[in-house]
Every structure is written in C-alpha cells, then in structure tokens.
C-alpha cells in the first residue's frame, strides 16, 4: 500500500461525555510523545456529566507544536453529533470514520463502522468506544496489532476486553480504507504530556509552596485535583473549605505564620476572594492567587475560554497598593511563571495574581522544561534587634519573623504603625503609603533584570511589522505565523503589573497588529494606555474556542497586508 | 480601666467607659498568666479578630498575631493552625461579625474541629457601626436600620455550633472575670473547636448589666450529650453561664495534615525537584 510522509497531523475524536474521549486525547498526546515527536492536545467539553458533545484535538510534529490544526488528518465520530459537526473539517485526503450504528446519513468516502454493534458484545460498551479512535490511527499509520495491544495494556483496565474490542474495530477499518497510509517520523526526545493545570502547581511546588487551598471552579479545579491527589508523595497540604473567602483568608492566615501558599479559582470565585486580596496587600503578607479566565460575564461559559478578566486581575483589591500580575504564553513558562511568582511575592511581601485561561489550563502539551530553572522563594528575615513587623526601610520591604517569637509579631488589616497597631495619624499614614509605594519601585528595579516580555522571531530585524499578544494566545499566535509562513515579530508581555513599559520604546513605526481573546479589546487598550502604542489593527475572538491556527493565520495576513 | 503591663500595649485604648470589653480583656490576660503556670507559653498564644469594638482588643494585648477582617477572623485562625500546629489560636469576634457576616466560617470550623478557640463578644449590636440590631438581637430591636423595631427571630449561637459539631462550648459574662478567665483557660488548653459566648453589655447602645447582674446563674456540670448541653444552656428566665459541654475528638489539623507541621518541615528545593522529576519521569 502506498504511503505518504506528514510532519504535522492531527486527529479529532468526538463523541458524548462518558465515551472516554478525554482519555483518548490524553493516551493520543503521551503516544507521540513516545514516539520523540511534539504533540498539542485541546480538549472541548461542556459543563455536564453525560451526554452532550466532547471532543480533542490532537496535533503532533517533530518540531515544537503550540496549538492544535482546524484541519485534521483522521477524523473518529463516535456518534451522529460528532459526525455532522466535524465531517468538514478532513484534510483534503483526511480519513473520516464515523459509528455506523448512529450516523443516519453520510459521505460515500467517509468508513462506516459498526462500533456500538461490536462495542456490545462487552460490558460497559459506551466507555469503550473511544478505543476504536486508537484502531483507526494504527490502521492510518500502518501499525501492527501488537503494537495497538500494548498501548492498550498501557493505558487502559479491562485489558482483555478493550483488546479484543480495538482489534475488531482495526480489522474493520483496514479491510475498508482505500486511502494512502501516513508515515509519521520518529523524533528523538521523549518529552513528558501535562496540563497547564499540572505545569502552575508544579512550578509553584518547585518554588516552595507548602498548601494550596481552592473551591472548585472550572477552569481552576484540575489544579486543585492535581495537587490533592500528591498530597502526600509531595508533603504538601491542601484544603477545600467551605467557600473562596474562606480559601483565601485561611491561606493569608497560613502564611502569616510562614507557610508559603497559593489559592486558585475562576473569575467569580476570584471577586469574592477580593476582599481579602487588598487585605494582603494592606497586611503585606504574600500570596499566589491563580485566575483561570471563562467566558464572563457571571456563570459565562464555565468550561470554555476568554481573555476577558485582564482588568479585572490588575484591579484586584480596594485601596491602592503593590501587586504583581503576569500571565504564561505556554506550558514552560506557566512553570517557571508560577515559581517566580511565589517568588516575587514572598521577597516583596504581596499578592501575586498568576492570570491565565482554560485554554492553557486544560489544553496538554509535550513540556520541554528544565527544572533548574525554577525559582525558589524567600524572604527578608529579621535578625536581631528590635521586631518591627512594617520596619520603615528604603525598599518599603519589611523584615520577617515568624511564631512562635518572644518578639511580638503583629499583621493589621487596619492603618497601622511600624509595630503593627492602628493608626489614624495623618504622619503615620502617609509614612506607610509611601513605604507601600515604594515596594511597588522596587518591583520595577527588579523587574528591570527580569525577563518580562518574551520577543519572537526578532531576527526578522526591525522593520517587520510586530503582532502583540499575551496569555495562551500566544501559542496560537506562534503556531499560525509557523504555519502561514508569515514573517512577523510576537511580542508579549508576560507581566502586565507593574507593566514594563521600558520594553516597549524599541517598538515604533511598524505595522502592528493585537491578537486577543476579549470583545473589548483590554490588552489593546492596556497596551495604548501603558505604551502609547496604536496598533493599526486587531483580531478578536470570543466564542469561547480558542484560535484555530488555519484561520488565524489568515487573518493575520489580511491584517498585516 | 486598664493598667500597663507586659501584655498591654501602648496603644491608646478607645473602648467607652465601662464598656464589657475590658472586663473580657482582664479576663484574658488572666487566662494568658494561668496558662503560663501550666506550661503554655505566650509566645505560642496567637490572637486574630474580626471588625468592630471587639476587635480593638487585638491592638491593645501585646500578643503576636493577624488583625483580620469583618467576618474573617475564624477563617484566619483555621489557616494558622493549620500553618503552624503548635501554636494556640484565639479567634475575638463580634455577635455580627461571627453570626452575621463570617458565620459559615464558624459552622465549619465547628464541623470539622478545627483546633481553635473562639471568643464572641456578644453584645447584641454592631457597636463600632453605632448599634444596629445583631443576628442574636431579641425581636423588636430597635436600632437605626430597624427604627421600628427588628422583625426577625434571634439565632441561638450555643445551639447553632453545638449542632455543627463544636466540642467545647461556654457562656461566660464580662462582669464575671475570675469565672470568665478559667472559662478560657479550659477553652484554650481543650483539643478541639472551642466557642466562648460572652456575655459583653454595651454602655453606649445595649446597656444589660442590670438584667445580667440580676438574672444570669452558672450551671454545677458539664452536660454529656449535646443535647443536654443545649437545654442547660438554654435561656429562660435566668441565663445560665459556665462550661456547658465538652468531647474529645480528634482534630482537623491532624486529620488533613496526619501529624505532619508543614512550616517545619517544609522541603528543600532540591527535594521538591527530585519529586517533580520522578512524576514527570524526566
Ligand atoms: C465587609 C465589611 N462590611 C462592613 C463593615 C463595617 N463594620 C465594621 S464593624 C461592623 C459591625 C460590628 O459588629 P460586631 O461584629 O457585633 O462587633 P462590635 O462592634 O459589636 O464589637 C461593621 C458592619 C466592615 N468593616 N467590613
Ligand atoms: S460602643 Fe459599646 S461595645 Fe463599643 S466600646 Fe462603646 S460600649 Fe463598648
Ligand atoms: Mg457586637
């Protein structure tokens, strides 16, 4: 049979919630990761339990991949919705399979299998049948069925069963497929699958954090259930109480003895933690709070993705005091993001707001990362002397001390002098203000050696026009200019408080462009407000999908031709 | 009025004259003083408190700790604990502050014993905000939010945390120090959810020492089942004080964190790394 070579593929799976289809994506990604090769996986599902439509992406190459394709190489529909909503999306010579028990009508080249026929001869036959999308791709690839076995035997329970099952549904579709079969080079590093839900606490626990507390609230609760389930092989503690404000006020409390924490959670268990954000502020005890943008407003569209919380991050809290906000382009940069933002938290004594969305929360990617590289949090220490808890010094940062102390150690939530009791006094207030304040210059002295905006593809020189982003849209950003081929500079910030205006002076007299997740275009009034910078035009999008690069990139080319 | 001494502080106190808020703090410096006889140090004594009059009492002991927010100080006080497992926590909330606004924080805390020791001040108004009727006002209350009096029925604090799972509960009056200090003495050194209601007039808009001078009894035993602790705590023509109830259990603490004191034995950085290689198999 005659084959061709791909570097970049991709398959679809979709089927109801309840047929395995989010483990498929996930046995999909770590199976070319096996093989030496890059893999990006995006998971679409709704916000219930059975039934509805679920579906994953899965693009692989053998160079470094940052989205998943709208055009895919093998389509596998396990039901009648998946089919008609995606038959269209096949590459020009893509194989569509679909479950010929549901699928009334369909396209005369597109494979019909009986896959709930086969999938009854055993129990539980609805959670096996994302097991056929396995077959299918073995049979495209031109794999053995031992080699589909011990992928089974990896991945799954059941095994015997769940064997017996693929192989069918494999001899099925080889004797039908007509097409060319598709030869996938092997890579030569074997990288590691994760979330961006497993790369924030991961790069948290690597930068010290000791508990994590959180509400459920998707896009957020994968990282409580990650961290929940290393309880103990990480030593860590992590609570669920009874609501955010209770999360958060527990975890200012904890480390106000010296526990190095961090909460989690979405934009509305987010605003009712704010309250006790300014308090941190105020009581300057330091903080990791993770914002996991949804579709807003209010409930919005709980298990999808938006960049519309970017305000509401930097306005985080009452009263005016020093935060730091900043927001990971991919996977890499959420680990090192999220240990430097303990970091910085605890060596400045404030809250830091790790700004992201579920599409880098949930989407999985091959994670090329050096642990090394990893920041580690400490702080001030008080060492002799008399204990002031708000010492007055020139870098408005305090010493710390933790219980118990013969010192007494007093943190206010009120207006209060060096020893920590409250104030009125018109001198005193204004005396912590400007120590507050200058926390807030001593960040941008620190941030001045810090990497705070990443710039790609800069050796395309100064006069190729520039594409402004930030957040997960960079990934996709990345992949659509890799794939229309278009030369264009991406410049993001990764931190947006205090934003490194500084960077942005290089940047003048091209054509620009902003690429954001938001309908009212925040970072592009962000950008203006902080840089002066007027792009001559922007792209938008906010359905709750993320970009789909095809599309993208040929909204990039209109935008910038 | 108070006099200076080592855990008094040099802050200003602004408490109105005769408030049932000094009696509290005398009762607790007391209590500090025992405790140290039996072998607590008050350097391992942590205070937190709520907003109100009651929780100026934070800026006047000099006691290390975390001055919270309307509401919060339970949540605050659980997170300490947790934080550092052998330190004492004392949580000062106000009848508003801890039935009103925080109140699920108190359920909770009760729900899952968590090892702390609340103190309510409870004078049957928000003091600090001019006297508005509390969740534990009598129908009829009239404050400036209820001019024409309140509509709605009292909770009874006792029976709410009895019911959510407190293991040591007390009713205490502010007038009656030497009681009021062993009460927390008792409520400190227990192993579990403490909760102190205190009986604490307000001179300036809820003036009761007349009617608790007159009309309040301490109880001769500590109940054994909850439901014993509810009735012989329960107001009738007379309110009764004391130790009401008291279980042993095992804590939250130590449940969630199964004995471990994560401020102590917080990994290195190396150690944290080699675990993230092992789960990342890299
Ligand atoms: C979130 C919030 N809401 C309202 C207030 C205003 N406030 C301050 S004290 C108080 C009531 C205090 O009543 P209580 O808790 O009974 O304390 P008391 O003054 O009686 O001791 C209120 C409503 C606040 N500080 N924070
Ligand atoms: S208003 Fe009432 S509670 Fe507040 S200090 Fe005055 S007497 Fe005490
Ligand atoms: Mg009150």
Redesign the interface.
Same mark, same amino acid.
């Given at each position: 049979m005659d084959s061709s070579k791909k570097d970049i593929f991709t398959i679809l799976v979709g089927g109801s919630a309840g047929n395995g289809v989010k483990k498929i994506g996930a046995v999909l990604s770590s199976f070319f990761s096996n093989m030496g090769r890059y893999a990006f996986e995006m998971e679409d599902y709704q916000s219930l339990i059975k039934g509805g439509h679920n579906f994953c992406v899965v693009s692989t190459s053998t160079e470094p991949i940052f989205s998943h394709y709208e055009k895919k190489d093998v389509i596998v529909a396990l039901d009648e919705r998946s089919y008609n909503k995606h038959k269209d999306e096949a590459n020009k010579n893509g194989v569509v399979v679909y479950n010929s028990d549901l699928v009334k009508e369909a396209e005369q080249n597109h494979i019909g299998i009986p896959l709930t026929t086969f999938g009854r001869k055993y129990p539980n036959p609805e959670l096996r049948l994302g097991i056929s999308a396995l077959s299918v791709l073995f049979g495209v690839l031109g794999l053995s069925k031992d080699e589909l076995a011990n992928l089974i035997k990896e991945n799954f329970r059941d095994v015997e069963n769940n064997i017996s099952f693929a192989n069918e549904v494999y001899d099925y579709f080889v004797s039908h497929f007509k097409g060319e079969r598709i030869q996938l080079d092997k890579g030569n590093k074997r990288m590691p699958v994760v979330s961006g839900n497993e790369a924030i606490p991961l790069g948290a626990y690597a930068g010290g954090l000791d508990m994590f507390f959180a509400y459920p609230m998707t896009p957020a609760s994968t990282i409580l259930h990650f961290l929940a389930a290393h309880t103990r092989d990480f030593e860590i503690g992590v609570m669920h109480p009874e609501n955010e404000i209770a999360v958060i006020n527990m975890a200012i409390g904890a480390a106000s003895v010296g526990l190095k924490t961090m909460v989690a959670s979405s934009g509305g268990g987010f605003a009712l933690m704010e309250e006790a954000l300014s308090l941190a502020g105020m009581t300057e005890t330091p903080i990791l709070a993770v914002l996991s943008s949804r579709p807003g407003p209010s409930t919005g569209v709980p298990t999808y993705t938006e960049q519309g919380d970017l305000y509401f991050a930097l306005n985080q809290g009452h009263g005016e005091f020093p935060k730091i906000v900043a927001s990971p382009g991919t996977h890499e940069e959420a680990f090192y993001l999220a240990s430097e933002l303990l970091s910085l938290a605890w060596e400045f004594q404030t809250v830091s707001i790790l700004l992201t969305e579920k599409h880098l929360s949930e989407s999985r990617k091959t994670f090329e990362i050096d642990l090394d590289k990893a920041s580690f949090a400490d702080y001030f220490k008080h060492t002799d002397g008399e204990y002031l808890r708000y010492k007055l010094t020139d870098s408005g940062v305090s010493p710390l001390l933790f219980p118990p102390s013969q010192s007494v150690i007093k943190f206010s939530s009120y207006e209060h002098d060096e020893y920590g009791l409250s104030t009125e006094d018109p001198e005193m207030i204004t005396k912590m203000h400007d120590k507050r304040f200058r926390k807030y210059n001593s960040i941008i002295e620190k941030f001045k050696n810090l990497k705070t905006v990443n710039i790609y593809n800069s050796h395309l020189g100064d006069n190729a026009p520039i594409i402004y982003t930030y957040g997960s849209t960079t990934m996709s950003v990345l992949e659509a200019l890799k794939f229309g081929k278009i030369e264009a500079r991406v410049v993001q910030p990764i931190y947006l408080e205090p934003f490194p205006s500084w960077e942005f002076k290089q940047f003048s007299g091209v054509k620009s462009c902003v690429i954001e997740q938001s309908v009212m275009g925040s970072f592009e009034k962000l950008l203006k407000e902080k840089t002066g910078i007027e792009v001559n035009s922007h792209i938008r999008k906010y359905d709750g999908r993320p970009f789909e690069v095809e599309s993208l990139a040929k909204a990039i080319k209109e935008a910038l031709s | 009025m108070s006099v200076r001494d080592e855990l008094t /502080? %040099?802050?200003e106190n602004t408490w109105c004259p005769g408030c049932g808020n000094f009696g509290i703090f005398t009762a607790f410096k007391g209590a500090i003083k025992e405790l140290e006889n039996r072998g607590v140090?008050k #350097? $391992?004594v942590?205070i /937190?408190a709520g907003?109100g009059c009651h929780g100026?009492i *934070?800026?006047y002991l000099?006691? #290390? &700790? *975390? %001055? #919270?927010?309307h509401g919060?100080a339970v949540?605050?006080?659980? &997170?300490?604990k947790? &934080?550092?497992p052998?330190?004492y926590v004392v949580a000062f909330v106000g009848d508003g502050d801890a039935m009103g606004e925080g109140l =699920? $924080?108190v359920l909770?805390a009760a729900k899952r014993n968590a090892d702390i020791t609340i103190i309510m001040h409870n004078n049957g108004v928000y003091g600090l905000t001019t006297g508005q009727f509390t969740p534990v006002s009598p129908k009829g209350f009239k404050g400036p939010s209820t001019p024409f009096g309140s509509v709605e029925e009292p909770l009874n604090p006792i029976k709410l945390v009895l019911d959510a799972g407190a293991t040591f509960v007390a009713r205490g009056y502010s007038a009656k120090i030497k009681e009021l200090t062993n009460i927390f003495v008792e409520a400190i050194l227990h192993k579990g959810f403490s909760f102190v209601d205190v009986l604490q007039p307000c001179v300036s808009f809820n003036d009761t020492y007349e009617l608790y001078n007159k009309n309040t009894f301490f109880v001769d035993k500590i109940a054994t089942t909850k439901e014993e602790a509810i009735e012989i705590s329960n107001v009738q023509d007379k309110i009764p004080l004391g130790i009401f109830y008291k279980e042993d259990k095992p804590v939250h603490h130590e449940l969630?964190? =199964?004995g471990?004191n994560? *401020?102590k034995? #917080?990994?290195t950085?190396e150690k944290? !790394?080699q675990? +993230?290689?092992e *789960? !990342?198999? +890299?």
């Amino acid at each position: 049979m005659d084959s061709s070579k791909k570097d970049i593929f991709t398959i679809l799976v979709g089927g109801s919630a309840g047929n395995g289809v989010k483990k498929i994506g996930a046995v999909l990604s770590s199976f070319f990761s096996n093989m030496g090769r890059y893999a990006f996986e995006m998971e679409d599902y709704q916000s219930l339990i059975k039934g509805g439509h679920n579906f994953c992406v899965v693009s692989t190459s053998t160079e470094p991949i940052f989205s998943h394709y709208e055009k895919k190489d093998v389509i596998v529909a396990l039901d009648e919705r998946s089919y008609n909503k995606h038959k269209d999306e096949a590459n020009k010579n893509g194989v569509v399979v679909y479950n010929s028990d549901l699928v009334k009508e369909a396209e005369q080249n597109h494979i019909g299998i009986p896959l709930t026929t086969f999938g009854r001869k055993y129990p539980n036959p609805e959670l096996r049948l994302g097991i056929s999308a396995l077959s299918v791709l073995f049979g495209v690839l031109g794999l053995s069925k031992d080699e589909l076995a011990n992928l089974i035997k990896e991945n799954f329970r059941d095994v015997e069963n769940n064997i017996s099952f693929a192989n069918e549904v494999y001899d099925y579709f080889v004797s039908h497929f007509k097409g060319e079969r598709i030869q996938l080079d092997k890579g030569n590093k074997r990288m590691p699958v994760v979330s961006g839900n497993e790369a924030i606490p991961l790069g948290a626990y690597a930068g010290g954090l000791d508990m994590f507390f959180a509400y459920p609230m998707t896009p957020a609760s994968t990282i409580l259930h990650f961290l929940a389930a290393h309880t103990r092989d990480f030593e860590i503690g992590v609570m669920h109480p009874e609501n955010e404000i209770a999360v958060i006020n527990m975890a200012i409390g904890a480390a106000s003895v010296g526990l190095k924490t961090m909460v989690a959670s979405s934009g509305g268990g987010f605003a009712l933690m704010e309250e006790a954000l300014s308090l941190a502020g105020m009581t300057e005890t330091p903080i990791l709070a993770v914002l996991s943008s949804r579709p807003g407003p209010s409930t919005g569209v709980p298990t999808y993705t938006e960049q519309g919380d970017l305000y509401f991050a930097l306005n985080q809290g009452h009263g005016e005091f020093p935060k730091i906000v900043a927001s990971p382009g991919t996977h890499e940069e959420a680990f090192y993001l999220a240990s430097e933002l303990l970091s910085l938290a605890w060596e400045f004594q404030t809250v830091s707001i790790l700004l992201t969305e579920k599409h880098l929360s949930e989407s999985r990617k091959t994670f090329e990362i050096d642990l090394d590289k990893a920041s580690f949090a400490d702080y001030f220490k008080h060492t002799d002397g008399e204990y002031l808890r708000y010492k007055l010094t020139d870098s408005g940062v305090s010493p710390l001390l933790f219980p118990p102390s013969q010192s007494v150690i007093k943190f206010s939530s009120y207006e209060h002098d060096e020893y920590g009791l409250s104030t009125e006094d018109p001198e005193m207030i204004t005396k912590m203000h400007d120590k507050r304040f200058r926390k807030y210059n001593s960040i941008i002295e620190k941030f001045k050696n810090l990497k705070t905006v990443n710039i790609y593809n800069s050796h395309l020189g100064d006069n190729a026009p520039i594409i402004y982003t930030y957040g997960s849209t960079t990934m996709s950003v990345l992949e659509a200019l890799k794939f229309g081929k278009i030369e264009a500079r991406v410049v993001q910030p990764i931190y947006l408080e205090p934003f490194p205006s500084w960077e942005f002076k290089q940047f003048s007299g091209v054509k620009s462009c902003v690429i954001e997740q938001s309908v009212m275009g925040s970072f592009e009034k962000l950008l203006k407000e902080k840089t002066g910078i007027e792009v001559n035009s922007h792209i938008r999008k906010y359905d709750g999908r993320p970009f789909e690069v095809e599309s993208l990139a040929k909204a990039i080319k209109e935008a910038l031709s | 009025m108070s006099v200076r001494d080592e855990l008094t /502080t %040099y802050e200003e106190n602004t408490w109105c004259p005769g408030c049932g808020n000094f009696g509290i703090f005398t009762a607790f410096k007391g209590a500090i003083k025992e405790l140290e006889n039996r072998g607590v140090k008050k #350097s $391992h004594v942590l205070i /937190t408190a709520g907003i109100g009059c009651h929780g100026k009492i *934070f800026d006047y002991l000099n006691l #290390s &700790g *975390f %001055y #919270s927010l309307h509401g919060r100080a339970v949540a605050t006080a659980q &997170g300490m604990k947790l &934080g550092n497992p052998d330190l004492y926590v004392v949580a000062f909330v106000g009848d508003g502050d801890a039935m009103g606004e925080g109140l =699920e $924080h108190v359920l909770f805390a009760a729900k899952r014993n968590a090892d702390i020791t609340i103190i309510m001040h409870n004078n049957g108004v928000y003091g600090l905000t001019t006297g508005q009727f509390t969740p534990v006002s009598p129908k009829g209350f009239k404050g400036p939010s209820t001019p024409f009096g309140s509509v709605e029925e009292p909770l009874n604090p006792i029976k709410l945390v009895l019911d959510a799972g407190a293991t040591f509960v007390a009713r205490g009056y502010s007038a009656k120090i030497k009681e009021l200090t062993n009460i927390f003495v008792e409520a400190i050194l227990h192993k579990g959810f403490s909760f102190v209601d205190v009986l604490q007039p307000c001179v300036s808009f809820n003036d009761t020492y007349e009617l608790y001078n007159k009309n309040t009894f301490f109880v001769d035993k500590i109940a054994t089942t909850k439901e014993e602790a509810i009735e012989i705590s329960n107001v009738q023509d007379k309110i009764p004080l004391g130790i009401f109830y008291k279980e042993d259990k095992p804590v939250h603490h130590e449940l969630l964190l =199964e004995g471990k004191n994560l *401020f102590k034995e #917080s990994l290195t950085k190396e150690k944290r !790394l080699q675990k +993230i290689r092992e *789960f !990342l198999n +890299i």
